[in-house]
């Protein structure tokens, strides 16, 4: 009979490719907020948590699409388990607002979630206050 070697080998790596990744599962997290009540001055802090998936996990955290690293003095971003992640916002401004995501990467796939910082009370910095400064006492 005629059995082509190609076809039989294109069956050896199919179930190879099978069974190894049905070893691995890929990454799951767990969706994170941030706290309603931020304010200019404060900190805070985010924790990314896979909560499914096999290790070895790849952590990385964006401000809207942009990688974050750690040494740039506004953010720290921790490593705590092989599951776990906080990015800490040390100190919070008008530029902390915007759209920041963990994304996690194994070798069978990848998981990201993302939450949006808006500072409440971010008008107090307008700088208008020219009204305060009408005398209403005409002494
Ligand atoms: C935040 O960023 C993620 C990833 O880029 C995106 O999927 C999501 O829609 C964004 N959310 C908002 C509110 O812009
Ligand atoms: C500041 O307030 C004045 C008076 O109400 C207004 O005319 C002006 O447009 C304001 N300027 C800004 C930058 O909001």
Known sequence: MEMKWSTVLQ???????CVLSSGSRPPA???????????EGRRTAV???VTDGDVPF???????????????????????DEFTSILTIKKLDSDSNGNYTCRVTNSAGSDEKSDVLVMRGKM?????????DVPYCNC
């Open 124 to 132: 107090i910095k307008t700088k208008n206050i020219t009204y305060l």
């Open 29 to 39: 997290i767990k969706p994170f907020h941030f706290s309603d009540v931020v304010s």
């Open 47 to 49: 924790i990314c948590v």
């Open 58 to 80: 790849e952590f990385k955290w964006f401000k809207d699409g942009k990688s974050l690293k750690s040494e740039e003095g506004h953010f720290a971003i921790q490593l705590i």
């Open 11 to 17: 069956l050896v790596l199919i179930q190879c490719w």
